[in-house]
Structures are given as C-alpha cells and as structure tokens.
C-alpha cells in the first residue's frame, strides 16, 4: 500500500538537506516542501544559476533557504544545521577521481554527523550506494545481496573503483561517528537511479542512458543492472525519516534489466536516435 506521505505531521518542522541542488536532493527537496516543512538547503554558492531551480519549487519562496556550506568547511556545516529537526545528507561527489572522492566522501560525513550531534537534531538520513554493498569478489553468486552485505574496501582499491570505495568508506564512518555521537542514524543505498532532472545540469547516472541516445556508445555490454525512479527515492529518504522505528540500511531498487533490455526499451521509445542494437 503507498502511504500518503501529505497526512503526515510535519508543519513547522526545519530540516537541512545538505547538496540541495543535487539529482535526488532537489527531489528530497520539492516533496518535503510540498508536504509543508520548512527547508536549509546547503550549496556552494546559493547565487549560481545552477541552484534557480531549487527557488522556484513550490512553497520555495516561504520555507527555503539556500545556505553556503562546504562539507569540508565545519563551521558553515555548523550554521546550516542549527535549529534543524533532521539532515538529509545527500551531498557527494560522484567521480573515480580518488582525490576528488575521498576527502569530501569521508570527512564530510563526518562534518554532517558532528554538527548534527551538536545541533541535537532528531535523525539523520544519509544517501549512500549500492556500490557500498555489492563489490565483494568472495560472495557466492547464490547469495541473495542485502543490507547486510559491504563491499569489500581492498577489491574497490584494486580495481580503482574510487567511488564505491570513497561511499563505503564514508557509510562505515558515518556508522561509527554516529554511535560514538549519539546520533540517530538511517542509510538508504539506492541502486542506480534515473527520472526526470529539476537541475539544469546533468548528472552521473543520466549519462549512463545518455551515451546510447547520442551515439558514443556503439555497444552495450552483456550485464544486469539494478535501477530505481528518483521520485520513489526521494519519498524513501523521507519515509524512513518520518517513521520512528526505521533504523539500520535500506536497499533501494526496484528493478534489475539487461542492458539489452534498456536499449530495447530506448529504441521504442526514441526510434530516431543511434540506440546500440548488439
């Protein structure tokens, strides 16, 4: 049954939603708005252009503010998260780029979690990844992967799979940062997740169905993916913050395809375009 999410009590209620302008944050952002509370987005820079869609969301003009934060800057975290009832951490960097990824994957959790102690916020939700749950060269293909499962942080290291090491890494800390704090903590590991974007830029994950409409992947390879509606995970971060006795991880997916499928799917859709056939 879809719980309706609008008869819940959240009126007056503040939340911050660290990377505000992001793919599933600016979802996070939209339905909490709709539903009433009262948002601190944190961004860059709350002037650029990149953010304007956040400001005309509906209910933006009475019950958002963007706030400058850096997740490597405590004290602007600090200010941000002041007065909150809860965080929504969803702000990191997707990139192999292992500099790029660590610092603001790992320590800016951290940041996240020590000023939401600080701020004695009610929960924490943070947005990890299925890719802190899956690479694990040792699994039995028979076993079913659950929340139970982590990957493996030496295999990630040697495949140079920068992300999927940074996020494990950041969710094992937040884990224990969190324990050490006090803090409420609840992780939602989505799989790859694709749906309509509010921001104006593009993102990772879009790329990944991009590349067969623009011709520059000639082929598709012969694996499974798992994919996930970002609507459905926006409403997942704020089930579980809205539901007391949520707690723990949760896988969030909702279908796996061949890429087979997913370019079969694009070609009925998209017939004009250079889709990939083998």
Not at 116 to 134: C, D, L, M, N, P
Not at 136 to 142: G, V
Not at 189 to 214: D, E, F, M, R, W
């Amino acid at each position: 049954m879809p719980v309706d999410i609008s008869s819940l009590p959240c009126q007056g209620q503040t939340v911050c939603v660290t990377g505000a302008g992001g793919f599933i944050a600016s979802w996070i952002v939209k339905l909490l708005l709709e539903k009433g509370y009262s948002v601190k987005g944190t961004v860059r820079n709350p002037a650029d252009p990149k953010n304007s869609h956040l400001r005309e969301l509906e209910g933006a003009q009475e019950r958002l503010t963007l706030c400058k934060a850096d997740l490597l800057d405590y004290e602007s975290l600090k200010e941000a998260i002041q007065g909150c009832d809860g965080v929504f951490h969803t702000a990191s960097p997707v990139t192999d780029d292992p500099e790029q990824m660590l610092e603001p994957a790992v320590n800016g959790t951290k940041n996240v979690i020590m000023a939401a102690a600080e701020a004695k916020v009610r929960r924490v939700v943070f947005t990890s990844s299925i890719g802190t749950v899956y690479m694990d060269p040792n699994r039995s293909p028979d076993v079913v992967v659950d929340e139970s499962c982590w990957s493996d942080l030496e295999f990630c290291k040697n495949t140079k799979n920068w992300y999927c090491y940074g996020k494990t890494v950041a969710e094992q800390d937040a884990w224990d940062v969190a324990k050490k704090n006090g803090v409420d903590l609840v992780v939602v590991n989505p799989v790859l997740v694709l749906g309509p974007l509010l921001q104006p830029t593009v993102n990772a994950s879009i790329v990944h169905i991009l590349k067969y409409l623009t011709g520059s992947a000639k082929t598709y390879a012969n694996s499974v993916q798992a994919y996930v509606h970002v609507k459905d995970v926006a409403l997942a971060h704020i089930l579980v913050f809205e539901t007391p006795s949520a707690s723990g991880r949760y896988i969030c997916a909702e279908r796996m395809l061949h890429r087979g499928e997913v370019v079969e799917i694009l070609a009925k859709f998209f017939p004009e375009y250079p889709i990939p056939t083998k």
